[in-house]
């Protein structure tokens, strides 16, 4: 499962892992504690010891008889490893509005100067470069501005995440809030699964955060989002 933050990767993950035959691992601590090292690895250094993370958590959760779902955000990153890890794996990736994404992450602080506090890896919040900012730019993401940074980290998730396309399906978060039994047929098929069973767990999705960044951001950060974001906006039609 892969996504941006705060682009629906959770609850699409979780409401695959309700569908009989599957497990949610939730986003597994020691797999994306591993990814920053691992992204700088050729893929196939970096692919076994993928495996072997998911391999030992699959043995001491006893889901080795169940199709494992990993939801990590960041595993795009090391996508091409995994699926070298994983050949027959399915991708699922969820497409958000990045100034929806943006609203949500301004107001999570994760990306905010002077913001305390770690993630459930132990890695701290605030301003500084993370490992998928491009080495060139990393003083300007110090400098950027938090709804830059924002934009700037769906850009690269975005990125990263589409660099599979024959092994990915990909859906719109706003096309699945607004159709979830429509917008799920794909999911279904991609991972060859019940669609009736995956549409009524999908079901549960709403719609009310779908254009919060026209309530929650200023002309200024949309303005900053979109700078950064634009190209890559207007190829996905969200321009």
């Known amino acids: 499962m892969l996504g941006s933050p705060r682009s629906g990767t959770s609850f699409v993950a979780r409401s695959i892992g309700r569908v009989p035959g599957f497990a949610d691992l939730g986003e597994l601590p020691p797999w994306k504690a591993a990814i920053p090292r691992l992204a700088g690895l050729p893929e196939e250094e970096a692919a076994p010891e993928l495996r ?4 030992t ?14 939801q990590s955000p960041e595993t795009a990153f090391v996508l091409r490893a995994a699926l ?23 107001q999570k602080g994760w990306l905010r100067a002077g913001r305390p506090g770690q ?4 890695e701290p919040y605030g301003h500084h470069p993370r490992f998928w900012v491009e080495q060139e730019r990393r003083a300007e993401f110090d400098e950027a501005s938090e709804a830059r940074r924002a934009g700037w ?11 599979a396309p024959a ?37 549960r999705m709403h719609a009310e955060s779908i254009g919060r960044w026209r309530r ?14 634009g190209e890559l906006m207007e190829e996905l039609g969200y321009s």
Do not use: C
């Open 57 to 70: 958590v699959r043995r001491y959760g006893l889901v080795r008889g169940r199709r494992a779902v990993e």
């Open 167 to 203: 092994s990915t399906v990909e859906i719109r978060y706003e096309a699945l809030a607004a159709d979830p039994e429509g917008a799920s047929e794909p999911i279904a098929v991609h991972l060859g699964t019940d669609p009736v069973l995956l549409a009524r767990a999908l079901g």
């Open 84 to 106: 070298r890890a994983y050949p027959q794996a399915s991708v699922v990736h969820m497409v958000r509005d990045p100034r929806d994404v943006a609203a949500s992450l301004v």
């Open 216 to 229: 929650n951001l200023t002309p200024q950060q949309v303005e900053e989002v979109e700078a950064e974001a």
């Open 52 to 55: 072997r993370i998911l391999e």
């Open 119 to 122: 993630d459930d890896v132990g």
């Open 153 to 163: 980290a769906w850009r690269r998730y975005v990125t990263a995440a589409r660099a």
